[in-house]
């Protein structure tokens, strides 16, 4: 294992959108990230118009096409708005490149030099599930605002966003039959871990059911948790989504906090959608959990689930997608020592999913 590369964190996750302008919009309005550099015509970007979001060191990437046989916009008739690119910052882009394409690896981009007058920008990208790019950036020589060809956007106000912190974690849905081999490629091409597994017996409902492991780096910083769907009485919510999407790729990304009741009361101002609690969820709260350091009425006021581990507890609570097809959501989660996923919730969690799947018409 020592000779596989290291991972330093999350870099940034790009977004392929219909209209680059106004997702911006939303996720600063909605979800308060700040803009902090952007590409466009303005700034000799001739094909693609991007903004970098901006909230602790969460950073989005959010990116258009500003003709229709540009690569985006093809993905983007396809898959709807979604999370193309996940980016990891690596101390060797072209090392990480070269090692992982020689375990099997399907290169994407190879490596490749930007450079302007803030120095040179290495990076390269291979395939996983689905369109889904993994790319290695390496910074180290680096000094701008995010890379070649971006502008710094001027800080509008010095408001902190709602409190989010950093990507916990991120989760792909791929095909019936499918994870084991996305299992495979995270440990034999990335050098990851099997942390946990969840079978369709830990999370299924009287309508669907699915699958679930988690893939961790060696740092422990990068948690990649792949679902699959399996059969049950009803359509998987992770079918639904593979509908949707029109095949495997990201469903959710995980947004820690350090002040969950701050954070979801300021999201819910915002206007952000969350899935609806049952409000039997919290009469035996206490019991299930234990003590806790928050007030349980405010976290029913808010919809926040809570889950306990040997190690300590958690919060968390899911959005809507934010799109029109059921994709992509957003978790947010607050970690008081737990290191799990909150399997306590699942079944609480899928029946609510499956109430607006339903509501869809597509249960
Ligand atoms: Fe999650």
């Not at 409190?163 to 091409?189: C, K, P, Y």
């Not at 699915?210 to 792949?226: A, E, N």
């Not at 699959?228 to 079918?239: D, L, R, W, Y």
């Not at 206490?286 to 006021?301: F, K, M, P, Q, Y």
Request: with cysteine; net charge negative.
């Amino acid at each position: 294992m020592s000779d596989f590369f290291p991972i330093l964190r999350f870099d940034h996750l790009e977004f392929y959108v219909g209209n680059a302008r106004q997702a911006a919009g939303f996720y600063e309005k909605f979800f308060g990230f700040k803009p902090t550099a952007h590409r466009g015509l303005e700034t000799g970007s001739r094909k693609v118009a991007s903004y970098v979001m901006e909230q602790g060191t969460i950073r989005l990437v959010l990116s258009t096409a500003l003709n229709s046989e540009h690569t985006i916009a093809e993905q983007v008739l396809k898959h709807g708005d979604h999370v193309a690119v996940v980016a990891l910052e690596v101390p060797d882009a072209v090392a990480a490149y070269r090692q992982v394409t020689a375990r099997g690896a399907i290169g994407a981009i190879p490596p490749t030099r930007a450079e302007d007058e803030f120095g040179v920008l290495r990076y390269a990208a291979i395939h996983a599930y689905g369109d889904v790019l993994i790319k290695f950036v390496d910074r180290q020589d680096y000094r701008g605002v995010f890379a070649p060809e971006f502008q710094p956007q001027p800080a509008v106000s010095t408001d902190r966003g709602v409190g989010l912190q950093a990507i916990d974690h991120i989760v792909s849905n791929v095909e019936l039959g499918e994870m084991d081999r996305w299992v495979q490629f995270f440990t034999d091409t990335m050098g990851f871990q099997l942390l946990i597994q969840f079978d369709d017996q830990a999370i299924s409902t009287q309508y669907s059911a699915l699958m679930s492991k988690v893939m961790r780096d060696r740092s422990g910083r990068i948690k990649f948790p792949i679902n699959e769907p399996a059969p049950g009485q009803g359509k998987s919510q992770i079918q639904e989504y593979l509908d949707y999407h029109q095949g495997p790729g990201i469903q959710h990304i995980a947004c820690s906090t350090r002040n969950m009741i701050e954070t979801v009361t300021k999201l819910r101002q915002a206007g952000v959608q969350f899935l609806h609690v049952p409000s039997n969820y919290y009469q035996d709260l206490t019991a299930r959990v234990g003590n806790i350091d928050e007030s349980i009425e405010r976290l029913a006021e808010l919809g926040i689930l809570v889950d306990r581990d040997q190690e300590g507890y958690l919060l968390q609570i899911f959005t809507q997608p934010v799109e029109d097809r059921p994709t992509l959501f957003f978790e947010i989660i607050q970690r008081h020592g737990a290191s799990s996923f909150g399997e306590g919730n699942f079944k609480s969690l899928f029946e609510a999913i499956e109430r607006e799947q339903a509501l869809r018409g597509n249960l």
